[in-house]
């Protein structure tokens, strides 16, 4: 279950607003460095909110960024971003702000984390004959792949172009992934070349119907608001030895534009083959908040107003604590086709 821990007011100004932030990190210290997209920047804060430093700004040159998507964090020394504008990864030297390395990267929503040492990109290739996770050196030369792509991908390759977002979290030699097309989670050790993939239980949210895509490909005329018809995969972290965080959101269109939703979480405890699930984050659904893990917490940014009225954001940290759960059985395993 989810416990308040603390909230604080990002500390905002007439010279410093969050106007539209995307993506959240945790990094060292605990400051948070959030992707805010509107800007094209990332934003660091202190855990108390006040700003740190902005970094990047818009452009297509060196360290300049469109659309900061995706973050990730290495120890205290380096912060790479994939930035949907300009289709490439830029990774700055935290302790001096230097560029480190600039490389392309194409792909729907590639998803960067920092692990085992080096540079993990969650991502599809077009024709989905590539596994779906690489391990990358600071140029972005590629040193590995590993991972299965499920059956959807390969037998309809165009829904890699709209719906090939990878979200990945090691534990030890363990590897899961969860995929936008179906309610599995999708587990492989480290070195082979096989998975296994259990279906993730429902109770509030929507989940991903198996006919959708199909339905999709019949219809394409139709298919914006049938791609919403479906729970969004927000995150996926390790919490704790054999015990994994995984956030949703249902989300839908309102008078035509403007995107808003409700997020869930669900804890998936592998080591003995039961889920929490579905709790809800306590989070309007708009303005869309930003979450993270740190360890077993969860942080959520979003947009609101104080007692007074007045526009504001906050960081709210909660502890996701399991003893209280209302456990359900996971299904057995299946080996990946």
């Given at each position: 279950m989810l416990r308040l821990i603390d909230s604080v007011r990002v500390a905002e100004s007439d010279t410093f607003l969050l106007t539209r932030p995307t993506r959240l990190v945790v990094g060292p210290r605990g400051h948070y460095f959030v992707a805010d997209s509107r800007e094209a920047r990332i934003i660091e804060l202190q855990a108390n909110g006040r700003l740190v430093r902005r970094i990047g700004r818009n452009g297509a040159g060196p360290g300049e960024l469109r659309r900061p998507s995706s973050v990730a964090i290495a120890g205290?020394?380096?912060?790479?971003?994939?930035?949907?504008?300009?289709?490439?990864?830029?990774?700055?030297?935290?302790?001096?702000?230097?560029?480190?390395?600039?490389?392309?990267?194409?792909?729907?929503?590639?998803?960067?984390?920092?692990?085992?040492?080096?540079?993990?990109?969650?991502?599809?290739?077009?024709?989905?004959?590539?596994?779906?996770?690489?391990?990358?050196?600071?140029?972005?030369?590629?040193?590995?792949?590993?991972?299965?792509?499920?059956?959807?991908f390969r037998a309809a390759p165009p829904l890699v172009g709209g719906f090939g977002v990878v979200t990945s979290a090691d534990d030890g030699d363990d590897t899961y992934a969860v995929f936008e097309v179906e309610n599995a989670l999708y587990h492989w050790k480290r070195g082979l070349g096989s998975a296994d993939v259990t279906t993730i239980p429902l109770r509030e949210r929507r989940g991903v119907r198996p006919e959708l895509f199909q339905e999709m490909l019949r219809n394409p005329e139709k298919a914006g608001p049938i791609a919403y018809d479906r729970s969004l995969v927000v995150a996926l972290q390790r919490l704790g030895q054999g015990i994994l965080g995984f956030v949703t959101m249902d989300g839908q269109l309102e008078k035509g534009t403007n995107f808003v939703g409700t997020m869930r979480l669900t804890v998936l405890d592998v080591a003995r083959r039961r889920a929490c699930v579905d709790m809800s984050i306590p989070a309007l659904p708009d303005p869309l908040p930003a979450v993270a893990f740190s360890g077993d917490t969860l942080v959520v940014l979003q947009g609101g107003e104080t007692s007074s009225g007045d526009a504001a954001t906050f960081i709210t940290r909660y502890h996701v604590g399991t003893a209280r759960c209302p456990w359900v059985n996971l299904p057995r395993a299946t080996p990946a086709r």
């Open positions: 205290d020394s380096l912060l790479s971003v994939w930035d949907a504008g300009n289709q490439r990864v830029v990774t700055w030297d935290l302790r001096t702000l230097d560029v480190r390395a600039t490389f392309p990267l194409k792909g729907w929503f590639p998803q960067l984390r920092y692990d085992r040492g080096g540079l993990t990109v969650g991502v599809l290739s077009a024709d989905a004959s590539e596994p779906p996770l690489h391990f990358l050196a600071p140029d972005g030369t590629r040193l590995g792949s590993a991972g299965v792509v499920p059956s959807a």
